[in-house]
């Protein structure tokens, strides 16, 4: 390289460097002078930010790596799920117990115990009520006394359902009563653990943490089930009253974990808690709170924060906002939750030991605990696809795989599982190891996928002048599809049997294309940046090629994502096509080596009149200090 080439490669350094320290607020640094700015877009954009600054339109870069202490800390949130899995894990096999059976049974003609359908549906399903009912009307504790203090009282309340239950002796009603209670506080924690596991969870991470909660629901569920194959070699009310006393350690331990859990720093920050909300966003994110990570955030959530509050308190009738796309959020999270009921996943867990001894096996109990086993770990899958691949793709491919174990699950039990008629009694073993196969797969496609991935969904989605309103609806959703599940199953089931399985299939193909048209993608996203594209009308098949405000170029076209003219089977078949110039400019961004090689090969291409005629156009806009100092270090420049 000639010496006039690295005289105008040390000048144009040196000067970007001495200007940030030597000129004025007002004056224009080297990198941003007319002549600079034509260059820049004659050679690539290339930009160069300042050492010691981060541009304020640029967010910094969260740490990486894996933040251990949010991942306990979250956990500890989750741990809400595990009570709320236990239950479900345990009620299936208190129906089969004999004591129960006998204090809260009718006689049959013969003399034997059993709960009529009718009985067996409200004592499975009334606690889903009580969910509906709980995160409808307390869902707004959140708001007005902080998440931490929300789970607390949640579960108090579902220590005091779990006493009216023991103390049931002959009265299936109190049982029921007791269970309706204990919804009240599983209802709040539906709501609370998944929106505090948002709010203090790194974006990086968001996805898979919050899939802890669900995590922790297969946990419940698992061990509920080995709790229930322990007690019934008892014969006596300690096949029941074990597991439900075990539901004080969870709600003691769910209380305790709350004092050592970080406080939403949304919250703090809408209370005026600031250096609170400060301390909890640097912790979240493993860094100082000085850090420009926690500013930054800090910043975004106040911006936000005020702007909710200049437009006032939401009402309910806010959730009918459609300029800012505030329904449309609403009816997905209804939506959605409700589509995960209408998998079909209950079916199994409910009523699973009911349905292995359909297809001929005695100890319902034993194989019940192999679907808590696929079901729990396929679950630590999720917590690794959901922030690799996305929400929308780990939601369509589970939907389809659902969807083909389901039509091999019901095909096989209606025409192979018995051979000569149901009341022959004879049934096909080979029929029932199939069905108990793909019920597996149908286990572990639900667990990675719709499962955890729902509750994501609807965390994410709201912003926070209306996320509890938004989750509570969404909740009282899911909740009552579960009661529909609980309750009319029996009647149901024995009235087509395994063709039962066909209104799950049908479900399923239509949530596939649900997810498809309705729900976009929100992978590492900040939960403020979810908002704006739900407001600039992102289509959501186009979604994951969406752009922050922060992170665009000057040839970013927001209107290309809001607009599709493809047909509708290209738009499912097809790839999406984006305009190429709508590039993320974290693309662009350089280390300080990248842009000094990138100046270097500009100055090779130019000839030396070009570099003299450039060094006459940028030395004369720097103040005339800056030039004399740079000419001092530079004197042939």
Same mark, same amino acid.
């Given at each position: 390289? !000639? ?84 239950? !479900? ?80 002796? %002959? ?35 968001? &996805? ?41 350690? *969870? ?31 640097? %912790? ?31 009402? *309910? ?25 209408? +998998? ?48 929308? +793709? ?16 019901? !095909? ?12 022959? &009694?004879?049934?096909? %073993? ?19 996928? *719709? ?85 600039? &009308? ?7 090629? *969406? ?67 450039? %060094? ?22």
């Amino acid at each position: 390289m !000639s010496d006039i080439e690295q005289e105008r490669a040390s000048t144009a350094v040196d000067v970007s460097r001495k200007s940030d320290n030597k000129i004025s607020n007002d004056s224009v640094s080297l990198l941003s002078t007319p002549s600079n700015k034509e260059l820049e877009e004659e050679k690539g954009d290339l930009q160069r930010p300042s050492e010691d600054e981060t541009p304020a339109s640029v967010s910094p870069l969260v740490p990486s790596g894996i933040n251990w202490g949010i991942c306990i800390l979250c956990l500890m949130v989750a741990f809400g799920g595990y009570i709320s899995g236990w239950d !479900s894990g345990t009620i299936g096999g208190f129906e089969a117990h004999t004591d129960f059976l006998a204090r809260f049974g009718s006689t049959s003609g013969e003399g034997k115990r059993y709960l009529s359908k009718v009985r067996t549906g409200l004592l499975t399903s009334m606690f889903n009520v009580g969910q509906a009912i709980g995160s409808f009307f307390l869902g707004r504790l959140g708001d007005i006394y902080g998440r931490r203090i929300g789970l607390i009282v949640a579960s108090v309340i579902f220590i005091i359902g779990t006493v009216i239950q023991i103390a049931s002796v %002959k009265a299936w009603y109190q049982y029921m009563i007791g269970r309706i209670i204990a919804g009240l506080g599983c209802g709040l924690i539906a709501i609370l653990s998944p929106m505090l596991i948002s709010e203090v969870s790194p974006k990086n991470m968001r &996805g898979a943490m919050v899939s802890c909660y669900q995590l922790m629901i297969t946990l419940g569920i698992f061990l509920g089930y080995c709790t229930n194959y322990g007690t019934k070699k008892y014969h006596n009310s300690r096949q029941w009253r074990i597991p439900l006393g075990l539901q004080f350690a *969870w709600c003691l331990f769910m209380i305790g974990a709350m004092l050592f859990v970080p406080e939403s720093p949304r919250f703090l920050i809408e209370k005026g808690r600031i250096e609170e909300a400060k301390r909890s966003i640097a %912790k979240s994110n493993a860094v100082s709170a000085e850090d420009p990570v926690t500013i930054y955030e800090l910043d975004e959530i106040q911006a936000a924060v005020e702007k909710e509050r200049f437009v006032g308190t939401a009402s *309910w009738k806010d959730l009918l906002d459609t300029q800012h796309k505030i329904l449309q959020r609403v009816v997905m999270g209804i939506m959605i939750l409700a589509l995960q009921q209408l +998998t079909g996943c209950n079916y199994f867990f409910y009523y699973g030991t009911t349905i292995f001894k359909a297809v001929g096996l005695e100890d319902g109990f034993e194989t019940a605990i192999v679907f808590g086993v696929v079901n729990f770990f396929s679950t630590f899958c999720a917590l690794f696809l959901v922030d690799r691949f996305g929400r929308r +793709t780990c939601l369509l491919w589970g939907a389809a795989g659902m969807t083909c174990c389901m039509v091999v699950f019901a !095909s096989v039990g209606v025409t192979r599982l018995w051979p000569h008629g149901k009341k022959a &009694g004879i049934v096909s %073993k080979g029929a029932g190891n199939c069905m108990i196969v793909f019920s597996c797969f149908f286990i572990f496609c639900f667990a990675t996928s *719709w499962a955890p991935i729902a509750f994501v969904i609807i965390s994410e989605s709201f912003p926070l002048r209306v996320k509890a309103k938004g989750m509570a609806l969404a909740t009282v959703s899911n909740q009552m599809w579960n009661f529909c599940i609980g309750f009319f199953t029996p009647f149901i089931s024995g009235s087509i049997n395994f063709a039962y399985g066909y209104v799950f299939m049908g479900c399923l193909v239509f949530a596939w294309f649900y997810v498809f048209f309705f729900v976009p993608e929100t992978k590492g996203l900040v939960l403020e940046e979810v908002d704006v594209m739900w407001q600039e &009308g992102v289509l959501p098949w186009k979604s994951a090629e *969406w752009v922050p405000p922060s992170q665009r170029n000057a040839d970013y076209d927001a209107d290309v994502l809001a607009n599709d003219d493809q047909p509708v089977w290209k738009r499912i078949f097809g790839k999406t096509n984006i305009d190429k110039n709508m590039v993320n400019k974290k693309a662009n961004e350089k280390t300080e080596a990248e842009i000094n090689d990138e100046i270097e090969a500009e100055i090779n291409d130019k000839t030396e009149s070009e570099i003299n005629t450039e %060094k006459e156009s940028i030395v004369p806009s720097v103040p005339e200090s800056t030039r004399e100092s740079v000419l001092e270090s530079n004197p042939k420049a």
